[in-house]
C-alpha cells in the first residue's frame, strides 16, 4: 500500500483510492474513511452536542428512548435504532440484541456463554451481551 498526503491550499479535502479490484477490504476502508467525519446530533442536561461516530461504544433503547454510550458519557438521541442501523450498518456498527446496536470497532474482547449468546466486553470495561439472534451476523462481520 502506498499512501501519498498532498497539501493543496486551494482544493476541499480529497481521497482516492486507486486500486486493481474492489474488493470487501476496498469497501470497508471507505467506509472507514466516511465514518471519520460523520457526527450525530445528542443531548444531555439540556444542551446540544456532536458526537463523533468513531467515538461511540454503542446505542441503547430505553422505554422509547434511545441513548448512545461513549467511553465517559451518555446521551439522548433522536433517532431510533432501525433509522441508525440504516445509516451506520456499512460503517461497522451491527446490531447485537433488540435493543442494542454496537460500534465493532470498540469490543476489546468477544466470551462465547454457554446459553450460546456472546458477552462483549466494550473498550471501557463495559460488558454487552450479543443475543443469540445475532451471533451468526457478528461471526460474519469479523471473519471478514
Known sequence: MDIK????????LQIVIKCKKI?????RLKNHIELFDKKLYAKKDNKMFFVNSSDILYF??????????????VMEIKQRLYEL???????????????????INKIRSLKPELN???LAT??????????RKYVKVIRDMLST
Open 60 to 73: 441503547d433503547s430505553v422505554d422509547n428512548r434511545t441513548f448512545l454510550y461513549t467511553e465517559d458519557d
Open 116 to 118: 450460546r449468546t456472546i
Open 85 to 103: 442501523e440504516v445509516s451506520l450498518s456499512d460503517k461497522d456498527f451491527v446490531r447485537i440484541s433488540k435493543s442494542q446496536i454496537v460500534n
Open 23 to 27: 474488493d470487501d477490504e476496498i469497501k
Open 5 to 12: 498526503i498532498v497539501e493543496d491550499i486551494k482544493s476541499t
Open 122 to 131: 466494550m473498550s471501557n470495561g463495559e460488558q454487552l451481551y450479543i443475543s
